[in-house]
């Protein structure tokens, strides 16, 4: 257990819906990182929170969405789903040092039939 | 931007063996880097990091890597192999560029360890 909880673990869902997953970091953590892990795409930076706000941006589709709660939990949120959508998405934790190493949820994979 | 070069996709080693997985990423200025281990069916976890101090790192299962700042190179290395040790492995960079803080990683080494 790294310290980082993903859920859920497997969703399936058709294609248009929306779906929402959910990370809650590490104790402690206040930076929640969001990545999509796919085969012909490889591990891709979606998106950062630090306390609640937007820290920094990748390749985030205008589908796709998230927030970090006071709590510091977070959301990523991904609507009108696509067939190609389908991935493992990982959230990770730190503490948004220079540093910072991570600490990776075992990841939610998402299947858009 | 950065970005993270690693050039063996698939390396197929007996027990033993040694191992040395490349590692090049483009970016001129300050870096930390890092190596990641994934295991089938599992999440990513660390296997060691550099950010400053003595360019050869060691981390953990016996793992280190060296960093070589003339070449732009951060390669993970293990002198003798276990089965166990088959899984994929990332390495990632982490620059100073503002408040972001985000990790890139390569595309990924996976190896396959015969026993």
């Known amino acids: 257990d790294s310290g980082v909880t993903q859920t859920p673990k497997h969703l399936i869902t058709a294609t248009g819906q929306r779906v929402t997953l959910r990370c809650s970091p590490r104790s402690g953590d206040l930076s929640v990182y969001w990545y999509q892990q796919s085969l012909d795409q490889g591990l891709q930076f979606l998106i950062q929170?630090?306390?609640?706000?937007?820290?920094a941006k990748g390749n985030i589709l205008e589908r796709f969405s998230a927030q970090q709660f006071p709590d510091l939990h977070s959301e990523l949120n991904l609507s009108s789903l696509e067939l190609g959508d389908s991935a493992l998405y990982f959230c990770?934790?730190?503490?948004?040092?220079?540093?910072?190493?991570?600490?990776f949820g075992s990841g939610t994979r998402l299947t858009v039939v | 931007a950065q970005s993270v070069s690693q050039h063996n996709h698939h390396v197929i080693l007996s027990e033993a063996a040694s191992l040395e997985l490349g590692c090049n990423y483009s970016?001129?200025?300050?870096?930390?880097l890092f190596w990641y281990v994934q295991y089938p069916g599992q999440h990513l976890q660390l296997l060691l990091k550099?950010?400053?101090?003595?360019?050869l790192v060691k981390g953990i299962k016996g793992f280190e890597a060296e960093f070589i700042k003339s070449k732009f190179s951060f390669n993970l290395r293990k002198p003798s192999v276990q089965w166990s040790d088959t899984a994929e492995y990332f390495c990632?960079?982490?620059?100073?560029?503002?408040?972001?803080?985000?990790?890139?990683f390569g595309s990924g080494t996976q190896l396959t360890v015969l026993p």
């Open positions: 929170y630090y306390n609640g706000e937007e820290r």
């Open positions: 990632a960079v982490n620059i100073s560029s503002g408040s972001a803080r985000q990790l890139t």
């Open positions: 970016y001129g200025g300050t870096v930390n």
């Open positions: 550099y950010f400053s101090g003595d360019p």
């Open positions: 990770a934790s730190g503490s948004g040092g220079r540093s910072d190493g991570y600490t």
